[in-house]
């Protein structure tokens, strides 16, 4: 039996990763192996000679027939193929032995690639009778977006923060074909589960950034807010956000037509068919007898001067730099409020509406691509003190006024996070190289539904 061999391996603490090669074409071939794998992981598990203590985990990864072998050519996979391959088994086995955590834990993850770390832009120093056990720590993010199948049957989500060190994914099965499908709460309830493991480690205030592919609805909305506001043994700043792959912004790039004047200002003026006499030349006389030419004393004086021979070589900058044209990204913000619905009789406007704009090639008629973000629900703020005095409708005003500005703000902060998820996408495969602009989370939640609806 395949599960028997497996636990007769000695080694303990390591990753077994099984390679199947998948000879079919089609995607729904997938399942099946999906499937045979966990039933040798059920095998291994319930063997006789299976030892707990081996703290082993069995890892998968399948590999395309074409990338081994074929029956027309020899294959030669590039070196960018074998990185890639060895940088996906690598994000799947789990680091190694630690005592506090099972190693099935979403935070034990060690990423192949990362964002720098930033050094933050102010530390939050207050008195305080309970200080902070990590002051740098505090007002950590944690990004979590989830999306549904079109069938509604499966929801999937992913888990990363600012800089991708700690990232994870799971789907959620809500029913079956032709079966009643579970209500959203009990999904919700396993997503808030995962962010509270995660998230638990660190005793600090937490920003929770949830993000949903499309229209969040009012049992959603309503579900993250009770979620919220249950007791935790961490302080938590909730905030809901929608994003959309395709907006509904669209960027034409024209290049003007330039004529040849705007190169050469002399081509269209109107000049005399030969050159204008000097002082020095005589002009012909009157009967067309040529005048002598002056001879020159000084040849000297017409030669060009030779540029010096002993050029110095071309100082290098130390404050230059290279710069990818393909990664220039702009952010938007919406003097008006994007609707969160798909009803055109329902008013349901966002907090605050923007946009992620980026090139996708070096050519200045490449047409950029647009990637619209909503600021959905945050936490109530306080208002500052003395808003509170005056007539109510003047306070209304103030406080109206104040929280526009407050929910811009946060939203352009939102932006330039995911601006950077974006880029850890496109370094990851994730999503195109010069054409996407997704942040990870969200592509992968939202490529992990597409498929499971259309497979499962």
């Not at 590999?63 to 074929?70: E, H, L, N, Q, T």
Request: hydrophobic share 35%.
């Amino acid at each position: 039996m395949p599960g028997r061999e497996l636990s007769a391996i000695s080694a303990e603490d390591q990753n077994i990763v099984i390679y199947l090669v998948n000879p079919y074409t089609h995607p729904s071939a997938l399942v099946d192996l999906c499937a045979a794998f966990l039933s040798l992981c059920h095998a291994y598990a319930h063997s006789p000679d299976f030892q707990v203590s081996k703290n082993c985990e069995v890892v998968l990864q399948i590999i395309p027939i074409g990338f081994i072998a074929s029956a027309a050519s020899i294959i030669i996979p590039t070196q960018a193929d074998y990185t890639k391959l060895a940088l996906e088994v690598y994000e799947r086995c789990a680091p190694g032995h630690q005592d506090t955590l099972p190693r099935s834990s979403p935070t034990q993850y060690t990423p192949s690639v990362a964002l720098a770390q930033t050094p933050p832009k102010s530390i939050d120093f207050k008195l305080t009778s309970e200080p902070s056990p990590s002051l740098l720590q505090e007002n950590s993010c944690l990004h979590i977006a989830y999306s549904q199948s079109l069938d509604d049957r499966w929801i999937s989500a992913a888990w990363t923060d600012n800089l991708g060190n700690c990232q994870t994914s799971a789907s959620y099965c809500l029913g079956t074909k032709h079966s009643s499908l579970r209500p959203f709460v009990e999904i919700a309830q396993e997503i808030w589960e995962t962010t509270m493991e995660i998230i638990q480690a660190r005793r600090v205030t937490w920003r929770l950034l949830f993000a949903k592919s499309g229209v969040m609805n009012h049992e959603e909305i309503d579900t993250w807010a009770t979620l919220a506001n249950q007791p935790s043994v961490v302080s938590i700043v909730l905030t809901l956000l929608t994003t959309s792959p395709t907006s509904s912004l669209t960027l034409h790039v024209t290049m003007p037509t330039l004529s040849s004047a705007t190169f050469n200002p002399q081509a269209g003026s109107y000049t005399t068919p030969v050159s204008t006499p000097q002082p020095s030349t005589l002009s012909p006389d009157q009967f067309g007898n040529a005048a002598s030419t002056p001879s020159n004393t000084n040849t000297n004086n017409t030669n060009a001067g030779t540029p010096n021979a002993d050029v110095s070589t071309l100082e290098v900058d130390p404050d230059a730099s290279l710069v990818d044209v393909t990664d220039e990204t702009w952010g938007a913000i919406l003097s008006h409020r994007m609707q969160n619905t798909h009803s055109v009789l329902e008013y349901q406007p966002a907090l605050a509406s923007g946009y992620l704009i980026k090139r996708t090639g070096s050519r200045e008629e490449d047409p950029p691509i647009t990637f619209a973000v909503n600021l959905i629900y945050t936490t109530p703020l306080v208002p500052p003190p003395g808003h509170g005095q005056g007539p109510p409708g003047q306070r209304s005003a103030v406080m109206g006024s104040g929280m526009n500005a407050g929910n811009h703000a946060l939203l352009k902060e939102v932006l330039g996070l995911y601006r950077g998820l974006g880029n850890l996408a496109r370094a990851k495969g994730v999503v195109d190289r010069f054409k996407g602009i997704e942040p990870w989370h969200v592509a992968a939640s939202r490529k992990a539904a597409a498929v499971l609806g259309w497979l499962m």
